[in-house]
């Protein structure tokens, strides 16, 4: 399942700051941010996640996010 978050992330410092914590997530996920875009997308492929897990790690680390239809 593809999940897409709008995000307050601002830049790759952000990113790299995020990785360890996105990396844990079940294994086979694969995510990305787009930077570019205004709303700061990051996009999450994974059988195993759920969306308010995603809001909930973001917001513990002091960005907001919000899953995107």
């Known amino acids: ?24 997530i079940p294994i086979k996920s694969q995510w990305s941010f787009d930077l570019e875009d205004s709303d700061k997308i990051l996009r999450i492929d994974s059988e ?3 969306a308010k897990k995603i809001i909930k790690l973001l917001e513990n ?5 919000e899953e995107l239809e």
Do not use: A, G, R
């Open 61 to 65: 680390l002091n960005f907001e996010c």
């Open 48 to 50: 195993n996640c759920s």
């Open 1 to 24: 399942m593809i999940f897409i978050f709008k995000t307050s992330v601002q830049n790759k410092k952000q990113v790299k700051e995020l990785k360890p914590y996105l990396d844990k």
